[in-house]
Protein backbone atom coordinates (compact mmCIF):
# COMPACT_ATOMS: atom_id res chain seq x y z
CA UNK A 1 0.00 0.00 0.00
CA UNK A 2 1.29 3.61 -1.02
CA UNK A 3 1.46 5.61 1.65
CA UNK A 4 2.35 9.61 1.79
CA UNK A 5 5.32 11.14 2.32
CA UNK A 6 6.03 11.84 5.25
CA UNK A 7 6.87 15.51 6.86
CA UNK A 8 10.20 16.08 7.75
CA UNK A 9 10.65 18.29 11.11
CA UNK A 10 14.16 19.24 12.42
CA UNK A 11 13.88 19.94 16.50
CA UNK A 12 17.49 20.89 18.77
CA UNK A 13 17.49 20.13 22.38
CA UNK A 14 19.65 23.23 23.16
CA UNK A 15 21.70 22.33 26.31
CA UNK A 16 22.65 25.16 28.50
CA UNK A 17 25.98 25.62 30.58
CA UNK A 18 23.86 24.61 33.31
CA UNK A 19 22.65 21.47 32.10
CA UNK A 20 19.11 22.47 31.86
CA UNK A 21 17.50 22.23 27.91
CA UNK A 22 15.40 24.24 26.40
CA UNK A 23 11.87 23.76 25.03
CA UNK A 24 9.06 26.20 23.72
CA UNK A 25 5.29 26.51 24.50
CA UNK A 26 3.35 26.42 21.42
CA UNK A 27 0.88 29.21 20.79
CA UNK A 28 -2.23 28.34 22.11
CA UNK A 29 -4.23 28.84 18.81
CA UNK A 30 -1.53 26.06 16.80
CA UNK A 31 -2.04 22.46 16.21
CA UNK A 32 -0.62 20.83 19.67
CA UNK A 33 -1.31 24.46 21.21
CA UNK A 34 0.15 25.31 24.78
CA UNK A 35 1.78 21.68 24.59
CA UNK A 36 5.59 21.34 25.02
CA UNK A 37 8.48 20.74 22.48
CA UNK A 38 11.84 21.04 21.37
CA UNK A 39 12.56 24.13 19.27
CA UNK A 40 12.23 23.41 15.48
CA UNK A 41 9.98 22.46 12.55
CA UNK A 42 9.52 21.69 9.28
CA UNK A 43 12.73 21.32 6.48
CA UNK A 44 10.98 23.32 3.13
CA UNK A 45 12.29 21.94 -0.31
CA UNK A 46 15.61 22.61 -0.93
CA UNK A 47 17.04 22.52 2.66
CA UNK A 48 19.11 20.65 4.61
CA UNK A 49 17.88 19.09 7.39
CA UNK A 50 20.49 21.34 9.56
CA UNK A 51 20.35 24.13 7.43
CA UNK A 52 15.96 24.14 8.20
CA UNK A 53 16.83 24.09 12.40
CA UNK A 54 19.61 27.01 12.00
CA UNK A 55 16.93 29.29 10.16
CA UNK A 56 14.01 27.66 12.55
CA UNK A 57 15.93 28.46 15.55
CA UNK A 58 17.05 32.01 14.64
CA UNK A 59 13.48 32.89 13.76
CA UNK A 60 11.69 31.48 16.59
CA UNK A 61 14.24 31.99 19.35
CA UNK A 62 16.94 34.62 18.00
CA UNK A 63 19.78 32.56 17.92
CA UNK A 64 22.36 31.44 15.73
CA UNK A 65 23.49 28.04 16.16
CA UNK A 66 27.16 26.58 15.44
CA UNK A 67 26.35 23.71 13.03
CA UNK A 68 29.29 21.85 13.70
CA UNK A 69 28.19 21.43 17.29
CA UNK A 70 24.89 19.42 16.24
CA UNK A 71 24.61 15.98 17.47
CA UNK A 72 22.00 13.62 16.00
CA UNK A 73 20.54 12.34 19.49
CA UNK A 74 17.34 10.14 18.37
CA UNK A 75 14.44 10.36 15.91
CA UNK A 76 10.51 9.72 16.33
CA UNK A 77 8.05 9.17 13.70
CA UNK A 78 4.45 8.32 13.18
CA UNK A 79 1.83 7.68 10.15
CA UNK A 80 2.42 11.43 8.99
CA UNK A 81 5.63 12.51 10.73
CA UNK A 82 9.35 11.87 11.18
CA UNK A 83 10.87 13.87 13.93
CA UNK A 84 14.67 14.26 13.67
CA UNK A 85 16.84 15.60 17.04
CA UNK A 86 20.01 17.30 17.41
CA UNK A 87 21.58 18.11 21.21
CA UNK A 88 23.06 21.47 20.26
CA UNK A 89 25.56 23.03 23.71
CA UNK A 90 27.00 25.78 21.38
CA UNK A 91 25.02 29.09 19.62
CA UNK A 92 25.01 32.81 19.95
CA UNK A 93 22.59 35.00 21.04
CA UNK A 94 20.35 34.73 24.33
CA UNK A 95 17.21 32.48 23.10
CA UNK A 96 13.80 34.27 23.48
CA UNK A 97 10.41 33.32 22.11
CA UNK A 98 10.27 35.68 19.35
CA UNK A 99 7.12 33.81 17.60
CA UNK A 100 4.69 34.19 20.92
CA UNK A 101 4.22 30.99 23.13
CA UNK A 102 7.08 30.82 26.00
CA UNK A 103 10.18 29.09 26.32
CA UNK A 104 11.55 27.58 29.38
CA UNK A 105 14.90 25.40 30.12
CA UNK A 106 14.20 22.30 32.24
CA UNK A 107 16.62 19.78 34.48
CA UNK A 108 16.60 17.15 31.86
CA UNK A 109 14.35 14.44 34.03
CA UNK A 110 11.45 16.99 34.34
CA UNK A 111 11.66 17.49 30.35
CA UNK A 112 8.63 14.81 30.39
CA UNK A 113 6.30 16.19 32.85
CA UNK A 114 5.76 18.67 30.62
CA UNK A 115 2.98 18.35 28.87
CA UNK A 116 4.59 17.40 25.10
CA UNK A 117 3.20 16.21 21.96
CA UNK A 118 3.14 12.57 21.98
CA UNK A 119 6.07 11.92 19.97
CA UNK A 120 8.44 14.10 22.42
CA UNK A 121 7.96 12.21 24.97
CA UNK A 122 10.53 9.31 23.62
CA UNK A 123 12.66 12.35 22.62
CA UNK A 124 13.04 13.06 25.89
CA UNK A 125 14.26 10.23 27.45
CA UNK A 126 16.56 9.80 24.24
CA UNK A 127 17.91 12.93 25.59
CA UNK A 128 17.86 12.45 29.45
CA UNK A 129 19.57 8.86 28.86
CA UNK A 130 22.17 10.52 26.66
CA UNK A 131 22.84 13.24 29.04
CA UNK A 132 23.06 11.23 31.91
CA UNK A 133 25.81 8.53 29.95
CA UNK A 134 27.63 11.52 28.74
CA UNK A 135 27.38 11.36 25.10
CA UNK A 136 26.16 14.69 24.57
N1 LIG B 1 9.45 21.85 16.30
C1 LIG B 1 8.87 20.76 16.78
N2 LIG B 1 7.74 20.30 16.22
C2 LIG B 1 7.21 19.20 16.76
C3 LIG B 1 7.80 18.54 17.86
N3 LIG B 1 7.01 17.48 18.20
C4 LIG B 1 5.96 17.47 17.35
O1 LIG B 1 5.04 16.66 17.33
N4 LIG B 1 6.09 18.52 16.46
C5 LIG B 1 5.12 18.87 15.43
O2 LIG B 1 5.76 18.95 14.18
C6 LIG B 1 5.21 20.04 13.44
C7 LIG B 1 6.33 21.05 13.25
O3 LIG B 1 6.02 21.93 12.31
P1 LIG B 1 6.14 23.51 12.50
O4 LIG B 1 6.53 23.88 13.87
O5 LIG B 1 6.97 23.99 11.36
O6 LIG B 1 4.64 23.79 12.22
P2 LIG B 1 3.73 24.94 12.68
O7 LIG B 1 2.38 24.33 12.83
O8 LIG B 1 4.29 25.65 13.86
O9 LIG B 1 3.84 25.93 11.51
P3 LIG B 1 3.28 26.00 10.09
O10 LIG B 1 2.44 27.20 10.19
O11 LIG B 1 4.50 26.14 9.25
O12 LIG B 1 2.51 24.73 9.81
C8 LIG B 1 4.09 20.63 14.27
O13 LIG B 1 2.88 19.97 13.97
C9 LIG B 1 4.54 20.25 15.68
O14 LIG B 1 3.54 20.22 16.66
C10 LIG B 1 8.99 19.04 18.42
O15 LIG B 1 9.57 18.55 19.39
N5 LIG B 1 9.49 20.17 17.85
Do not use: N, T
Not at 62 to 91: M, Q
Not at 103 to 110: E, K, L
Not at 117 to 125: I, K, R, T
Amino acid sequence: MLVPVPVLVVAAALIGADGRVCLQRRPDEKAHGGLWEFPGGKVEPGESPEGALARELAEELGIALDLGSLEPCGFAADGGLVILLYACRAWSGEAAALEGGAIGWFAPDALSAQPMPPLDYPLASQVCRLLSQGHI
